[in-house]
Structures are given as C-alpha cells and as structure tokens.
C-alpha cells in the first residue's frame, strides 16, 4: 500500500484535524503528518498542493487524496476493520452520532473555537449554546448506559470513530467549563488522559502561532 501522508492544520486549533489524526491513530494506521499553518500568506497554496478542498485535513496514499475528516476516518476503517462498534445496532447509533457532530453544534463550534492549550477561559451561554452542550451531554449518556459497558469509550472498551468526532468538544468544555453531567465529566476525563490525545495537546502547546479570532474568553 502507499504510504500514507496526513495534512493537518494547528494543533492547537484545528478541530477537523484532529478528528482524523486520533482516529488514524487509534485504528494503527501508520502515517507521516504535514502540518499546514492555518491563517499564514502561504496556507491555501499548501492546502491546494495536497487536495482539491482547500482545507484541512487531507489524507493522501499515493495520487489518491481523501479529504473530510469524516471520510478519512472511514477509509482508516476500512483499511483496518476497525473503528465501528462490530454490532449492527450499536454500529447504525455510533454512525449517527458521529454524523451528528460532522454536519451540526454549529452554535458550539462558532462560540467555543477550539483551543487546545487554553484553560480557565469562560463565555457567556446563549441558550443555543446550552442547547448544544445539553444534547451532547445527552447522547454520551446515551452511548455510555446502551453501549459503553465494556470500556471507558462511547461504544465500550475499543476506541472508534465516534470518539475521535467528539475528542474536540471534549477540548472545548474542558477550555471554557461547560457544565454537564458526572456520565459526561467521567468520559472527558477519559479523554482527556488517553495518551494521543495528550501528544497532540503537547504539539499545540509547543505551536508558535496565535490566531486572534479563534482566542475567546
Ligand atoms: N468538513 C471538513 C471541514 C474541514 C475544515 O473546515 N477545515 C478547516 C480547519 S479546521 C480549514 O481547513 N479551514 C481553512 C482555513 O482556515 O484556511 C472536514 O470534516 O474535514
């Protein structure tokens, strides 16, 4: 197979990015990373060299580009059989949220950007940001009673794809004190110690970019 290049944008605020790179990582996939700056004068000229979307992330094997963190995190599936839930059930609930998160919290992903190294910071929260909070603190819930038995994950003791679409919100309320269930707080606390996610934190920390629009609170 060819070798597989992964290009991401900041660690420290590329949510999309993130996505794939843990679940590249979980599923034992090997890969080589490029990191393309976000907000630089040369960063659309270095996306467009690696695909046709002019974002982040792109996976390419060989002159095959794969871009959306979505579809990325498929193709690692199928090229490990891994990253579902082995249920048929559980896999339709874990597909459903992970879709979920791909096309909605847009109210989240606007006021709470993404910022890996920051902590302490706080917003005010508009009833749509609540609402979103809320419904995300539900369906953990839900994933971890129905399905969760096995492990610390959302489907139990193998880390998936919907795990790593979440990683991100985990960032996000830890950075600016959501509040949200003990089910919720005992899952972020998971998160937040697995060891890839506290590389990539390490790698946002070590960034020496700030981009003004994405530092809130
Ligand atoms: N739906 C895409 C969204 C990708 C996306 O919006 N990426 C952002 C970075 S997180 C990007 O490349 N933005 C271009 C820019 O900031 O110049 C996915 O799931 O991968």
């Known amino acids: 197979m ?29 890969f080589d990373e490029v990191l393309i ?6 960063t659309h000229e270095r996306m467009d060299a690696f695909g046709p979307s002019g ?3 792109v996976l390419r094997a060989g002159d095959l580009a794969i871009w959306d963190s979505l579809a990325i995190c498929e193709y690692a599936a199928e090229l490990t059989g891994r990253g579902w839930p082995r249920e048929r059930a559980a896999r339709a609930v874990a597909r459903s949220v992970a879709a979920e998160m791909h096309s ?6 606007t006021l709470w950007p993404m910022n890996a190294r920051a902590r302490n910071r706080r917003t005010a929260t508009p009833a749509a940001l609540a609402a979103d909070v809320e419904r995300i603190d539900e369906l953990w819930n839900d994933c971890r009673r129905r399905f969760g038995g096995g492990g610390p994950w959302l489907f ?7 795990d790593a679409m979440y990683a991100p919100v985990v960032l996000r309320f ?29 790698g946002a920390r070590a960034e020496p970019w700030t981009i003004a629009s994405d530092e809130v609170g």
């Open 2 to 30: 060819a070798q597989l290049t992964l290009a991401i944008g900041n660690k420290n605020y590329s949510s999309w990015s993130l996505r794939a790179w843990i679940a590249l990582r979980h599923l034992g996939v090997e």
């Open 37 to 42: 700056a976000l907000d630089q004068p040369d």
């Open 55 to 57: 974002r982040v992330p």
């Open 104 to 109: 909605g919290f847009q109210t989240l992903r």
């Open 156 to 162: 139990g003791a193998e880390y998936g794809i919907a």
């Open 174 to 202: 830890n950075t600016y004190g959501a509040r949200v269930s003990d089910t919720a707080r005992w899952y972020m606390a998971a998160v937040l110690e697995d060891g890839a996610l506290q590389e990539w934190i390490q």
